[in-house]
């Protein structure tokens, strides 16, 4: 199997159910998440899984990078009749794991510089990345129909992105550094869900 194909030397791309442009804003999209998916996939590389702790993030995150997949298909896709593969479990998954390492690392107030480990800092960059994408997808959604879904689970994972970055170097004894003019713009932790 050859890797190069030669038809896209005149500057268009086949999606699922076309050809379009390769600037269409339904290629930057999912060319976004695949960009975000890489940096997701740099930061595994980084973590230190000799720390148990930091394996479970690590499972987190190649779950995530399989969601990334969906995600990148599903805004490739422009068929009328497309079926879509991300669904709203993985939306649920992430607030819980957010919540969860909400409650596990130190009450934030102020905003806080991007850094730390190198997977944290890694973190921050897929992070801001994803959030790029989710404005692409705004942008997609003004044009045709993009999938309600995805719009969704980027806006939840940018901010999953930020927990788990804190997480990181919560475990890795890492304190965050609050950015110096920033006044107090959080408001305390969560409260817990009842559980039923």
Not at 89 to 101: F, K, N
Not at 136 to 152: D, H, W
Not at 160 to 186: G, H, L, M, W
């Amino acid at each position: 199997m050859r890797l190069y194909t030669k038809t896209g030397d005149k500057g268009q791309t086949s999606v699922i159910g076309g050809r379009v442009d390769k600037d269409d804003v339904r290629v930057e999209a999912y060319g976004t998440v695949d960009e975000a998916n890489s940096f997701v996939g740099k930061a595994r590389t980084e973590l230190d899984l000799s720390v148990e702790k930091l394996k479970q993030v690590d499972q987190e995150l190649e779950r995530i990078q399989h969601e990334l997949f969906d995600c990148g298909g599903d805004l490739a896709n422009k068929k009328s009749n497309r079926m879509f593969k991300l669904e709203e479990e993985s939306i649920l998954w992430l607030e819980e794991r957010m919540d969860a390492y909400i409650e596990e690392t130190p009450e934030l107030k102020r905003f806080i510089l991007p850094g730390g480990s190198d997977a944290a800092a890694t973190i921050h960059i897929a992070r801001t990345v994803t959030r790029r994408a989710e404005r692409l997808v705004v942008s997609l959604n003004k044009i045709e129909e993009a999938p309600e879904v995805c719009l969704r689970y980027l806006n939840r994972l940018s901010d999953y992105f930020f927990a788990v970055s804190r997480y990181i170097n919560y475990v890795n004894s890492n304190p965050d550094v609050e950015y110096i003019r920033s006044k107090e713009v959080f408001r305390g932790k969560p409260k817990k869900k009842d559980k039923k």
